[in-house]
């Protein structure tokens, strides 16, 4: 069984750039979810994809958005970048079973730097 | 938001001794409820679910136990070893099946031998 994987690993970007993160989702897994995690602090819901559509989201501004592919494959974009975007993004791939909460299963992360 | 005193921020105990994490949840309406175990740049790791409509579970060495009443969640590790030494983090399912996990404060836990 593949486990999820985000791409890359590490990266180092100036204000008002944008970045893509990519990540693949567990074999089996159907559904995506992103987060952002500040250094101390505990990951926070950006948004969820379920068969290509955002299917939920948190506080985070338009500037952040997503993708999901046909292989439940996903990206996040992030446009304008800002110093406070300097965080670890995490990905995390789940099953949908029909309104049955199955545990999100995360990958390493890409530790994103704004200068 | 967390309950003063429940949470700690740090817990340090010895190899072979028991461990108990404690999380305070938010929302009375969350339904779901899992513990990950965070090592130093890694992702988080599942360690162990429950849902609303049980009040235990146990795992290999660990067990979660849900107290509704005070919205309060507990992860105890049995005979705690070094490679359990990581920052543990509670989140709850808020909203409908399968959305978005809101997470608590972590415990960083030092395990010595």
């Known amino acids: 069984e593949t486990g999820v994987t985000q791409s890359p690993t590490h990266l180092i970007k100036t204000r008002g750039q944008q970045v893509t993160l990519r990540c693949s989702s567990q074999?089996?897994?159907?559904?995506v979810s992103w987060y952002q995690q500040a250094l101390g602090q505990g990951p926070q819901f950006i948004f969820q994809?379920?068969?290509?559509?955002?299917?939920g989201r948190g506080n985070f501004p338009p500037r952040f958005s997503g993708l999901q592919f046909p292989n439940y494959s996903s990206e996040l974009n992030v446009n304008a970048l800002e110093l406070d975007d300097s965080a670890l993004y995490l990905c995390?791939?789940?099953?949908?079973?029909?309104?049955?909460?199955?545990?999100?299963?995360f990958g390493d992360g890409t530790r994103l730097s704004i200068l | 938001g967390e309950s003063v005193g429940l949470h700690l921020p740090t817990l340090s105990v010895q190899e072979g001794d028991n461990s108990i994490i404690n999380c305070a949840y938010s929302?009375?309406?969350?339904?779901?409820f899992i513990w990950y175990k965070q090592e130093s740049g890694k992702g988080p790791q599942f360690i162990i679910d429950?849902?609303?409509?049980?009040d235990k579970r146990q795992g290999q060495r660990v067990t979660v136990l849900l107290n509704k009443t005070v919205k309060h969640l507990s992860l105890q590790i049995a005979a705690t070893q070094p490679g359990d030494s990581a920052v543990y983090f509670c989140?709850?399912?808020?909203?409908?099946?399968?959305?978005?996990?809101?997470f608590g404060k972590g415990t960083t836990l030092s395990v010595s031998s």
């Open positions: 994809y379920y068969r290509e559509e955002e299917n």
């Open positions: 989140a709850e399912n808020e909203g409908q099946a399968g959305t978005a996990l809101i």
């Open positions: 929302n009375s309406a969350s339904d779901y």
């Open positions: 429950i849902r609303s409509n049980m």
């Open positions: 074999s089996g897994h159907n559904t």
């Open positions: 995390a791939s789940s099953l949908d079973a029909g309104g049955i909460n199955q545990p999100q299963h």
